[in-house]
């Protein structure tokens, strides 16, 4: 299975947005994007997976498989769903050493800092760095592996 | 709503939004519509002047210095600590400790009356309506001296019912500690009545004032509350600076919270002897430019009056609460019979946070979420609500534009 770079994956996301003539445009394509993000199944909604922010809640699960990982998650709050469908994008389906590597300059190219950063440390924030948590458990599951 | 004196106190807005420099400014390319004086009150140019004022022209340490600024910088200290006095009505000045808000005075309540009086099975009642500041502390010592922690439920409407207080409290209850306004709901809690209640069993009632002070008028005297607390920055004042109130012999009878600086009286390896109120609760080095800008601030407030304020603010009240009980879908979280000036909401199938961003992009700040009340929001089965919330500058024309804001907001978010 060959996957995208995820630099590319942000590069063609950064050009859609530069299309977007006004904030209600840029708003409307990521509520679009969280309304067209699946509901994740009840059974993931567990408190494992929850990542509570101050305001939004956000259910994270992954799965590893043939050495990538792959993630699903939903949100409460159509607007961060949105961005969660996008960090999906970006880094679902790569290997965990890409993931742990990637900058995600993107979210700030496209004006979504506050978002990321709002809410003390939690919120969007803390679901990268839960992403990268599981990219590094597995990288560590696969060096065992190995030995 | 709030009864207001039919006598007319019309504000001057123009004149007042004029002297509120950051009124003036954009957000994200809209005129500001600053809806979040809940959380903070923005400052009028006399306090910022008060503070640049005290460090461009006599920034000293209190209290020690024998050289002029040292005395100017301490006599604008003290002088706030009489304007505090006057503002909630204290007996004497003493009984006025400088805090660095709300929390802190809470704390200082709890880590020294409390450890000292409360015992296995002993009762403290707060509400189901507290801030988180006035949940934890209480539970920290609950914890520490195995007491218990007893809540007063909250109706439908957002009120606490005498009722259901008098049958929580009794001869096991040692203290209450009861806001005064809620700041989720803007619930008027009816303090008098339940500080009589309370003292009737003997227990002793702290009062938090941390969204009271800067609306109603404040008499601890009559009151007769034990304890009070609020927060400067709520009253026009900096960030950093709060007060503690609290009778002169209760304050007497209390341990010392922090250690150090002004709070001793003598110091040796062997015993440390501390001083006279209100220094025996102000360690170190005190907020000195902060605590000189509040009382610029109280004067501030009391020069406008408080009851014209609170004449305008009610109006944005009620003209924000019609205007947004129009839209569809929309529901008021709480409706209590006495409410002072501030509209928290939710609408059907959308989360406050994402009108709150999308709000923000009109220039309008609001404030969601579980405004640190999750107990209460629990109650409501909520994850949280949108804030609207008014002080004397805000406009009927700012309200309408927060409700076409919120048209737009539904629109996109449906």
Redesign the interface.
């Known amino acids: 299975m060959s996957q995208q770079p995820i630099l590319e994956i942000e590069k063609e996301i950064i050009e859609d947005f530069s299309l977007f003539d006004s904030?209600?445009d840029k708003?409307?394509y990521i509520?679009d994007l969280g309304k067209k993000l699946p509901a994740l199944e009840e059974e993931y909604k567990i408190a494992d997976n929850k990542i509570k922010g101050?305001?939004?809640?956000v259910w994270l699960a992954a799965a590893h498989e043939d050495g990538r990982v792959f993630f699903k998650a939903d949100s409460?709050?159509?607007?961060?769903k949105g961005l969660v469908s996008m960090l999906i994008k970006v880094l679902s389906g790569h290997r965990p050493e890409e993931i742990l590597e990637a900058r995600l300059d993107f979210i700030r190219e496209i004006g979504m800092m506050t978002?990321l950063a709002q809410?003390r440390s939690n919120g969007l924030l803390a679901m990268i760095k839960q992403m990268k948590n599981y990219a590094f458990a597995y990288q560590t599951i696969q060096g065992l592996e190995k030995k | 709503m709030t009864q207001i004196d039919s006598i007319a106190l019309d504000l001057d807005l123009q004149a007042i939004r004029s002297q509120f420099p950051i009124l003036s400014r954009t957000v994200n390319d809209k005129p500001l519509v600053y809806l979040d004086n809940a959380a903070t009150s923005q400052k009028p140019q006399c306090v910022i002047d008060a503070l640049s004022d005290y460090y461009g022209r006599y920034n000293a340490n209190i209290h020690r210095g024998i050289h002029t600024l040292a005395e100017e910088a301490t006599l604008a200290y003290e002088a706030t600590r009489f304007a505090v006095q006057e503002f909630i009505g204290a007996a004497s000045a003493e009984e006025i400790i400088f805090s660095r808000g709300t929390t802190e005075g809470i704390n200082l309540v709890a880590y020294t009356w409390g450890r000292q009086h409360l015992k296995a099975g002993d009762e403290i009642l707060i509400s189901g309506m507290e801030h988180h500041s006035n949940i934890v502390p209480w539970q920290i010592l609950c914890q520490e001296k195995n007491a218990v922690l007893k809540v007063i439920p909250v109706s439908e409407e957002g009120e606490l019912s005498m009722e259901n207080y008098n049958s929580l409290l009794t001869e096991k209850t040692k203290l209450v500690s009861i806001v005064q306004v809620s700041n989720a709901l803007g619930t008027v809690n009816p303090v008098k009545e339940m500080i009589d209640a309370a003292h009737a069993v003997g227990a002793k009632v702290l009062v938090d004032g941390a969204q009271s002070a800067v609306h109603l008028d404040i008499d601890v005297q009559a009151l007769d509350c034990d304890f009070f607390a609020f927060s400067g920055h709520k009253v026009y004042a900096p960030t950093g600076i709060g007060v503690l109130y609290g009778k002169k012999e209760l304050l007497d009878s209390m341990p010392v919270f922090h250690g150090g600086g002004e709070m001793i009286k003598e110091v040796t390896f062997e015993e440390t002897t501390y001083n006279d109120l209100p220094y025996k609760y102000e360690a170190g080095t005190p907020n000195i430019a902060d605590t000189i800008a509040l009382k610029t601030a109280l004067d501030y407030i009391q020069n406008i009056g408080k009851a014209a304020i609170r004449k305008h603010e009610n109006e944005l009240l009620v003209y924000a609460t019609a205007q947004l009980e129009n839209i569809p879908g929309l529901r008021i979280i709480g409706k209590a019979k006495e409410k002072v000036s501030l509209v928290s909401f939710i609408v059907k199938g959308i989360h406050p946070q994402d009108i709150g961003i999308l709000l923000d992009n009109l220039g309008i700040a609001v404030r969601t979420g579980h405004h640190c009340t999750q107990p209460l929001m629990k109650r409501f089965g909520i994850p949280g609500t949108v804030r609207a919330s008014f002080a004397l500058y805000n406009t009927k024309e700012e309200i309408d534009i927060l409700i076409a804001g919120m048209h737009k907001s539904i629109k996109m978010l449906s």
């Open positions: 904030w209600e708003y409307e509520i101050c305001q939004s809640t409460d709050a159509v607007i961060v978002h809410t």
